[in-house]
């Protein structure tokens, strides 16, 4: 119980970084890799915060921290003609540096006896530990989908979604189209800080280190959830997301309590699972072009057979 319980929380944590994958996966069609670097920037400055009784305010500043990485990401592709592999890449290098000051040089802080968010709703609505922590993971997740789901009708949101689908069509509409690619990366990385963030209270402890392979984590929850809900509208592509992180955390549990793969294992494991998951389209086309086939094949034959 505590294993599905527990991985239900993680997935809604994850959930909220999978949402800003989504932002720049989907929507602007940009391979981002500052994510590694801004998910450990939202926890390094949600952890310092919390350890001086800051917790509210220590997500808020995780979310601005890891807007402004994701705006320094945004002026490398748009103002200094940087490949957007690479100017996410060189982010993420430079965060590395950042995340440790901020850390005040230590590349591991415990939040042991902090006060975190998850506490202060145990403490303030008499829950659980468990109860706590899934009512917070589920409210934080819920805000930020609506959040999301709002601005992405605003002028900008639609801007932002515009310019990914067709960003020739965007600039001959006198858009700024440079503009609208470091606001979609500041939101994404936005809410990846905060999912970095909330880990960080989630666990009790930050480490420098946290964010390596997290691309891999938000790729799988984006795909998966895809798989499962389809592609039919921004808003549920960011519902299927969260899902989609829900259903991979209980899938990397399931993989873990089985003991068929070693700890050291799960990189591998998450690594097949979004192999899987990109290549499930192509698997789907193959199977219908087959099917095709076969009846054309079928329909050649009975006309041979009349004939």
């Known amino acids: 119980m505590t294993l599905i319980i527990g991985s239900l929380q993680l ?8 949402l ?3 932002i720049t996966f989907r929507i602007m069609n940009i391979p981002d890799l500052t994510t590694e670097g801004s998910f450990t920037l939202g926890l390094a400055v949600s952890a310092m915060a919390a350890l001086e009784g800051q917790t509210m ?4 500043l995780a979310a601005l921290a890891g807007a402004a990485a994701g705006c320094i990401t945004g002026l490398l592709q748009t103002k200094l003609g940087i490949h957007a592999v690479l100017a996410g890449i060189l982010t993420m290098s430079g965060l590395y540096t950042v995340n ?8 591991n802080v415990s939040l042991i006896g902090a006060a975190t968010v998850f506490k202060q709703a145990e403490e303030a609505l008499g829950l659980t530990r468990d109860g706590a922590e899934l009512l917070v993971s589920i409210g934080a997740a819920l805000i930020c989908l609506v959040l999301l789901i709002l601005f992405f009708k605003t002028h900008v949101g639609l801007c932002i979604r515009a310019t990914g689908d067709n960003e020739a069509m965007v600039s001959a509409s006198s858009i700024n189209v440079n503009g609208m690619k470091i606001a979609a990366l500041a939101v994404s990385n936005a809410c990846c800080a905060v999912s970095g963030g909330l880990i960080a209270q ?8 946290s964010g390596t ?7 799988a929850s984006v795909i ?3 798989a499962a809900g389809g592609k039919r509208g921004i808003a549920l592509g960011f519902v299927s997301s969260i899902g989609g992180s829900i259903v991979y955390r209980y899938m990397i549990a399931a993989a873990t309590k089985s003991q068929i793969f070693p700890a050291y294992g799960l990189k591998l494991v998450s690594a097949c699972i979004v192999a899987a998951a990109l290549a499930l389209p192509a698997i789907r086309r193959q199977m219908e072009l087959a099917k095709l086939k076969r009846r054309a094949q079928t329909g050649q034959k009975r006309g041979e057979i009349h004939a």
């Open 11 to 18: 997935g809604f944590l994850y959930g909220i970084m999978a």
């Open 20 to 22: 800003g994958i989504y």
């Open 57 to 60: 305010t220590g997500l808020l």
């Open 100 to 107: 440790l000051f901020i850390m005040g040089s230590s590349s």
């Open 202 to 209: 989630y666990q009790g402890f930050a480490d420098v280190n």
């Open 213 to 219: 392979g997290i691309l891999v984590v938000g790729l």
């Open 224 to 226: 998966i959830g895809e």
